[in-house]
């Protein structure tokens, strides 16, 4: 099946398209394009009569080489499907082969008849202008993979192996992954625009997972700790002469004092204090701020930025606060986070395009004579392997 999720095949497939704007279109292309898809498979279909070893499926024509040149993933060699079977058909009567070869050859047709199909319907719309473009994407896809296995080509080479592939077959599987994923870009590329309510309902089923915004807060803060504020006398209450305390420092802040110098000032009192910041915290979600600063949450939700609050008190605390900014917990509105919202639009609708090609295909294969094509490609195979020898 087509994958829709790989980045690098659909950059693939712009570039596929772009070539093929270059290349331009002949007379010939230019009369199919006046005939619907469908025509033009009826047209070529009914002009070529269909062969022993060939399957129609969708509009294309699947060969028995088709189907056994791609790796079935399922070797612990660099062989392919074909050889994998050509080696069985040796030591094997005909009845013992077709026993083990024909649901092998029935599963590699099923999981890979979506992908060759909209592979021929692509080369077919694309002709031979683009060989040399898939040639240098395939290469470069192949870099990639060395590069995620280390840029160690042995260890490369030994992660093909294990996928029943060389570097040949794994350029051939990418070169039809890359054609098959065209023809659904090239379906999409007609569909309708993205609507302004389609991008409302989709920004809503996102939000919550993709685009919340967490609140913040920052300030400035003169911390007066009860436990290490000065006692002019012991009998005096601790948390009673930090309130006083702070009730002089605000007093001193609001008759045209320096907040943050009265922070540098005092802040020995603090039990939470950055030298030199001039009490600026930093700025964090709110829900990070844990007791006692927890309570000057509550109270920044009834200030403006540059209001001053205090004293404020908490357990053994009393603060003095100067609010420097505040948001409220929410998400990111829609101008910021457009891009994204159509992104999953657009992918939302090629996953549905590659399930109704997909469902199509199924139907298709549905009505094809399948049990034959298979036992007709696997007898063929056989006698061809085992053909007598010549007569002396």
């Given at each position: 099946?087509?994958?829709?999720?790989?980045?690098?095949?659909?950059?693939?497939?712009?570039?596929?398209?772009?070539?093929?704007?270059?290349?331009?279109?002949?007379?010939?292309?230019?009369?199919?394009?006046?005939?619907?898809?469908?025509?033009?498979?009826?047209?070529s279909e009914a002009a070529r009569p269909v062969a022993p070893d060939e399957l129609i499926v969708s509009g294309e024509r699947?060969?028995?080489?088709?189907?056994?040149?791609i790796s079935s993933g399922q070797e612990a060699s660099n062989a392919s499907f074909k050889t994998w079977l050509e080696e069985m058909a040796k030591v094997a009567t005909l009845e013992q082969f077709m026993e083990v070869a024909r649901p092998r050859l029935?599963?590699?047709?099923?999981?890979?008849?979506?992908n060759i199909v909209l592979y021929k319907r692509a080369q077919r719309q694309l002709g031979d202008k683009i060989d040399d473009t898939l040639d240098k994407l395939v290469d470069k896809e192949l870099r990639r993979f060395v590069i995620e296995h280390g840029g160690n080509n042995a260890e490369a080479d030994e992660a093909l192996r294990a996928m029943g592939?060389?570097?040949?077959?794994?350029?051939?599987?990418?070169?039809?992954q890359i054609l098959a994923q065209y023809s659904v870009e090239s379906k999409l590329s007609r569909n309708?625009?993205?609507?302004?309510?389609?991008?409302?309902?989709?920004?809503?089923?996102?939000?919550?997972?993709?685009?919340?915004?967490?609140?913040?807060?920052?300030?400035?803060?003169?911390?007066?700790?009860?436990?290490?504020v000065e006692l002019a006398d012991p009998n005096d209450s601790p948390v009673e002469t930090a309130r006083r305390l702070a009730e002089a420092l605000v007093a001193r802040i609001e008759?045209?004092?320096?907040?943050?110098?009265?922070?540098e000032e005092y802040s020995e009192y603090a039990e939470y204090y950055v030298g030199g910041s001039e009490?600026?915290?930093?700025?964090?979600?709110?829900?990070?701020?844990?007791?006692?600063?927890?309570?000057?949450?509550?109270w920044a939700k009834k200030m403006k930025e540059g209001d001053l609050a205090g004293p404020l008190d908490a357990p053994g605390h009393a603060f003095i606060m100067k609010l420097v900014q505040r948001r409220d917990k929410g998400y990111l509105p829609m101008a910021e986070v457009q891009e994204k919202v159509e992104a999953n639009i657009e992918e939302t609708r090629r996953i549905e395009a590659i399930a109704r090609l997909d469902d199509?295909?199924?139907?298709q294969m549905a009505l094809a004579d399948t049990d034959g094509f298979v036992n007709g490609c696997l007898e063929r195979l056989y006698y061809a392997v085992n053909s007598p020898a010549p007569a002396p």
């Open positions: 099946m087509c994958d829709p999720s790989s980045a690098g095949l659909i950059l693939a497939v712009v570039a596929v398209a772009a070539a093929l704007a270059i290349a331009g279109c002949g007379g010939t292309e230019a009369k199919k394009a006046s005939l619907t898809e469908q025509e033009v498979q009826r047209l699947i060969t028995c080489e088709d189907i056994m040149t029935r599963q590699q047709l099923g999981a890979n008849v979506s592939m060389n570097r040949t077959t794994f350029k051939e599987h990418k070169k039809k309708r625009p993205i609507t302004h309510s389609e991008l409302a309902a989709t920004y809503e089923r996102m939000k919550d997972q993709a685009f919340v915004q967490p609140g913040l807060i920052q300030f400035r803060l003169i911390d007066i700790s009860a436990a290490r008759a045209g004092e320096d907040f943050g110098k009265l922070a009490g600026l915290w930093p700025a964090r979600d709110p829900e990070s701020l844990a007791p006692p600063y927890a309570v000057l949450v509550d199509e295909i199924v139907e």
